[in-house]
T-cell receptor, first 111, second 108 residues
Framework: NAGVTQTPKFRVLKTGQSMTLLCAQD?????MYWYRQDPGMGLRLIHY???????AKGEVPDGYNVSRLKKQNFLLGLESAAPSQTSVYFC??????????FGPGTRLTVL | SQKIEQNSEALNIQEGKTATLTCNYT??????LQWYRQDPGRGPVFLLL?????KEKRKERLKVTFDTTLKQSLFHITASQPADSATYLC???????FGAGTRLTVKP
């Protein structure tokens, strides 16, 4: 039982490049979330999903897109990366929408 | 706008003492509140959830209170140990708005 895994662990991009972060969970959870964490600002919700095929915007969705084609996977896309998107990205999943299980994070730097 | 504040950015205490962390919120009426622990370089780990109709909740050495009148939650760690050193985050219900966290250091 791996829990929540994130790929990749680290990435460096140049401004304007695109990339996709992959989140996978093996707990059969309905809810999945993407957060970013910046120093002094805590976790901020980017997008979330309440089930396969559904997505919704969180607090800071601009510049990001997501897809939930399979229940176990939640993808976060950056179409044209900007330095302001330098952050640590966490994925989480939940069975009830309450207790969340977090992945180990992806550290992204945009130059 | 909705705001969550964890009053202390950092808290240093001596081993064996009780650590008390504060989470205040404004312009919001959460149905429940959660506390998470985060170690450096890792994702947060869920600790406790307390609902608006619960005044207090306990789990081993942890105790959480929830005062909807004061719009405040207190998180206590009794008989603290150096292994309790971490950042502790509070989060408000389904909106999953997190506070910035309090970094707790327990000194031996």
């Amino acid at each position: 039982n791996a829990g929540v895994t994130q790929t990749p662990k680290f990435r460096v991009l140049k401004t304007g490049q695109s990339m996709t972060l992959l989140c996978a969970q093996d707990m059969n959870h309905e809810y999945m979330y993407w957060y970013r964490q910046d120093p002094g600002m805590g976790l901020r919700l980017i997008h979330y999903s309440v089930g396969e095929g559904t997505t919704a915007k969180g607090e800071v969705p601009d510049g990001y897109n997501v897809s939930r084609l399979k229940k176990q996977n939640f993808l976060l896309g950056l179409e044209s990366a900007a330095p302001s998107q330098t952050s640590v990205y966490f994925c989480a999943s939940s069975n009830t929408g309450n207790e969340q299980f977090f992945g180990p994070g992806t550290r992204l730097t945009v130059l | 706008s909705q705001k969550i504040e964890q009053n202390s950015e950092a808290l240093n205490i001596q081993e064996g003492k009780t650590a008390t962390l504060t989470c205040n919120y404004t312009n919001y009426s959460p149905a429940y509140l959660q506390w998470y622990r985060q170690d450096p370089g890792r994702g947060p780990v869920f600790l406790l959830l307390i609902r608006e109709n619960e005044k207090e909740k306990r789990k081993e050495r942890l105790k959480v209170t929830f005062d909807t009148t004061l719009k405040q939650s207190l998180f206590h760690i009794t008989a603290s140990q150096p292994a309790d050193s971490a950042t502790y985050l509070c989060a408000l219900d389904n909106d999953m708005r997190f506070g910035a966290g309090t970094r707790l250091t327990v000194k031996p």
